[in-house]
């Protein structure tokens, strides 16, 4: 039985880290990738010039609609009983989840991805700070003194080596506002979520499916309305590749999140968090190393602070908060 959940273990890690960090690989690809394409000038020369990709509605669109598909065939090969949470918490909860994720993809078009990551770690600060303002919850000691680790880390990691013009200044602030709002609204779900765990506990499959279908409902009437659709299908007929691209962003995403949720059910959230802690310093890795973004030392100090107080975190939160 031992040797079984070992077996399992070493499965939903290795999908969880392979899914998630070719994920990482394809979104920064898609974000921060350089479009080349032929514009004729007004006096008939040709020359050639690049585009960047800007439809995060459409990106977030693709990837919640091959979840809910995913989801939906997993359901009806492992049939999960009924769910009764209420339509309003999967509403309030997948809104909250696509803002978070268009805040966080388009941080991409202004940050370079190492930095999305190492900010999106922050994750803890939001959840603790809602928990005592809104779940009326204490925490320990050590708890604390993890997040000041963590919110320590991202400023050694964040400051600048240059000082630069006061025009890209005000555009990298641009990004880090927007990671700064993603985290507030992953707070926001978090405490959803732990909302409709208490009150009706469905399966993560179930989780998945719902909240991936109201998310498809939120996004299309958003892509219609803004008439986003336009211009990415102009987009793609110039650069076909970027659809094989978002194909592969959606398939990886759902797996990942199919990995996860089976993790989550059978070794609970402790273990995911160190799993996915671990994925997370890796995919950074990976992002330098392919994509040659620079990390000073520094940089580094403060990234190796970041993913050590999230291990920490991790090993220690179990019993850390309560409620008053």
């Not at 600060?125 to 809602?130: A, E, G, S």
Request: hydrophobic residues 50%; aromatic residues 14%.
């Amino acid at each position: 039985m031992n040797m079984h959940k070992n077996n399992k273990f070493f499965l939903y890690a290795a999908g969880i880290f392979l899914s998630y960090f070719y994920f990482g690989i394809v979104q920064e690809k898609i974000t921060r990738g350089k479009y080349p394409y032929e514009l004729t000038k007004e006096d008939g020369t040709k020359v050639i010039e690049n585009e960047k990709y800007t439809y995060a509605v459409t990106l977030v669109l693709v990837q919640c609609i091959i979840n809910y598909l995913i989801a939906t065939i997993a359901s009806t090969m492992w049939p999960q009983g009924e769910d009764t949470t209420r339509k309003l918490y999967y509403a309030s909860m997948s809104f909250t989840y696509l803002l978070a994720m268009i805040c966080s993809n388009m941080a991409l078009q202004w940050v370079p991805y190492p930095t999305q990551v190492i900010g999106k770690s922050a994750k803890p600060i939001p959840v603790m700070i809602l928990g005592v303002l809104i779940g009326r919850k204490t925490y320990t000691v050590k708890k604390y003194i993890f997040v000041f680790m963590i919110v320590f880390g991202i400023v050694l990691f964040m400051l600048k080596d240059n000082v630069k013009s006061q025009s890209d200044e005000a555009s990298t602030g641009i990004g880090e506002l927007l990671i700064v709002l993603s985290l507030i609204l992953d707070g926001l779900v978090g405490a959803i979520q732990d909302r409709i765990r208490a009150e009706s506990k469905p399966t993560g499959i179930q989780m998945m499916q719902v909240a991936n279908a109201w998310s498809t409902l939120f996004l299309t009437v958003a892509i219609v309305v803004s008439k986003e659709y336009l211009w990415f299908y102009e987009f793609a007929c110039r650069h076909p590749s970027v659809v094989y691209n978002l194909l592969m962003l959606g398939i990886t995403s759902a797996v990942g999140q199919l990995f996860l949720y089976s993790m989550v059910s059978e070794f609970g959230p402790l273990v995911v968090s160190v799993v996915t802690t671990t994925r997370k310093f890796f995919t950074v890795l990976g992002s330098v190393l392919i994509f040659g973004n620079p990390i000073s030392s520094r940089q580094w100090i403060g990234a190796v602070i970041v993913f050590t107080a999230l291990f920490l975190d991790a090993f220690y939160s179990k019993g850390a908060a309560k409620k008053k």
